[in-house]
């Protein structure tokens, strides 16, 4: 039973490119959350997502970021023409139920140079 | 809106005990989490509160006072792999996603 897979672990852009962050939650579980964490930092929330469905992006900037859930296929987090203050870990987590028994993937280390 | 304060760091001594304590203040609260985090990893999950009192699983143990806005991770026996980040977490009321406190840094030494 694997956990909660992102891809790639790191990710190098040049600042103007677009960065995709993918998201496999655990087998089961539909509930995906979005977090972004910076070195010295807590884990700052950005978006949760259901299959199909946004239901809270209140902690993500409202211009050059969006996130899906597809009803096939990894959750993503998009990031349009990246800046350096992008630069972050960014991880998913997954849960059975909502807001209870979070397992988070590995996360993705962007790096915007 | 949710703030949620734990110390920054933490040393303690191999073999020994230490207390991480989290104070928060929400406009609801239904419950709170604890999580280790090793440098460069995931966080993973130790403990769940939503009662009053004290939880305990192994070496771990975690307590809870709602009425004050109050926890504590405790960890007895202490070794060296447990140098890491712990962070508090508070679920708030209705459809929001959990809020994380900064996290302690604790180092083991010996």
């Known amino acids: 039973n694997a956990g909660v897979m992102q891809n790639p672990r790191h990710l190098v852009r040049r600042r103007g490119q677009e960065a995709r962050l993918r998201c496999s939650p655990m087998k089961g579980h539909s509930h995906v959350y979005w977090y972004r964490q910076l070195p010295e930092e807590g884990l700052k929330f950005m978006v949760y997502l259901q299959k199909e469905n946004i239901i809270d992006e209140s902690g993500m900037p409202k211009e050059r970021f969006s996130a899906e859930f597809p009803k096939e296929g990894p959750s993503i987090l998009r990031i349009q023409q990246v800046v350096r203050g992008d630069s972050a870990a960014y991880f998913c987590?997954?849960?059975?139920?909502?807001?209870?028994?979070?397992?988070f993937g590995s996360g993705t280390r962007l790096t915007v140079v | 809106g949710q703030n949620i304060d734990q110390p920054t760091e933490m040393t303690a001594t191999e073999g020994a005990i230490v207390q991480i304590n989290c104070t928060y203040q929400t406009s609801g609260f239904n419950g709170l989490f604890w999580y280790q985090q090793h440098a460069g990893e995931a966080p993973t999950f130790l403990s769940y509160?939503?009662?009053?009192g004290l939880e305990e699983k192994g070496r771990f143990s975690s307590f809870l006072s709602r009425s004050k806005g109050y926890s504590y991770l405790l960890l007895k026996e202490l070794q060296m792999k447990d140098s890491a980040s712990y962070l508090c977490a508070v679920s708030p009321p209705g459809n929001t996603p959990l809020v994380f406190g900064k996290g302690t840094r604790l180092s083991v030494i010996a």
């Open positions: 509160n939503v009662l009053d």
């Open positions: 987590a997954s849960s059975l139920d909502f807001n209870y028994g979070y397992t």
